[in-house]
């Protein structure tokens, strides 16, 4: 299985900042995933990193607002742009492992806009 | 594109009865099925998948699922709860090939009551 390591933990951040969640994978994996998950709701996929290529946004969510990077196989960022307080939610991340396919989860990040 | 029903938003139970939580899903391709747990303040942890094979499929904890293509659903259960099962449940359903993106339903709030 894969081991994610979701920095930071949670935060607490102050409206029209960013904040930038790191996602590192103990192996090398195509695919990374970024998903959102709203305050007593569901798990939204917001992208899909891949690496070498930009990448993947759903309906709804935008480079400009949440930028990511991918920048080798173990390694992903997701910045979430000019703060405002519809922002806070727990952000996680999660890869495949293709050969058995599941998805593992990162702890995820709780961020709290103020 | 697919989509995930869990028909409970929450499920009350006594300790030791048995519980069964409801998903049912549409896909126009090949699907794979999950069901994943989150803890107060956790990640999510795979319970037990579905790829292929056998229809019932056993996971971590006790708990089992069966697919059943012809009416869509994976319906998950356990013979006999225990308190630590208090959680929330998600179904979970991604595409057999491509980029295997999960599609959350909205979560069944379990509640285990002594």
């Known amino acids: 299985s894969a081991v994610i390591s979701q920095k930071p933990s949670r935060d607490i951040c102050q409206r029209g900042t960013s904040l930038t969640i790191q996602c590192q994978v103990d192996?090398?994996?195509?695919?990374m995933f970024w998903y959102r998950q709203q305050p007593g709701q569901s798990l939204t996929l917001i992208a899909t990193a891949n690496q070498g290529s930009e990448a993947t946004y759903e309906s709804g969510f935008v480079i400009d607002k949440f930028p990511i990077s991918r920048p080798n196989l173990t390694f992903s960022t997701l910045t979430v742009s000019n703060l405002s307080p519809e922002d806070s939610s727990i952000y996680l991340c999660s890869v495949e492992d293709r050969r058995q396919g599941i998805q593992y989860f990162g702890a995820g990040t709780r961020l709290s806009v103020l | 594109a697919q989509s995930v029903t869990q028909l409970d938003s929450q499920v009350p139970v006594f300790e030791e009865a048995p519980v069964e939580l409801r998903c049912n899903y549409s896909s126009s391709v090949s699907v794979y099925l999950f069901w994943y747990v989150q803890y107060p303040n956790q990640g999510l942890q795979l319970l037990l998948k579905y790829l292929s094979g056998s229809t019932l499929v056993k996971g971590i904890n006790g708990f089992e699922a069966e697919f059943n293509k012809s009416q869509t659903s994976f319906h998950l259960r356990k013979p006999s709860v225990h308190i630590s099962d208090t959680a929330e449940y998600f179904c979970?359903?991604?595409?057999?090939?491509?980029?295997?993106?999960?599609?959350f339903g909205s979560g069944t709030r379990l509640q285990v009551q002594p």
């Open positions: 979970a359903v991604s595409e057999d090939t491509g980029r295997r993106a999960l599609t």
């Open positions: 192996s090398q994996v195509t695919m």
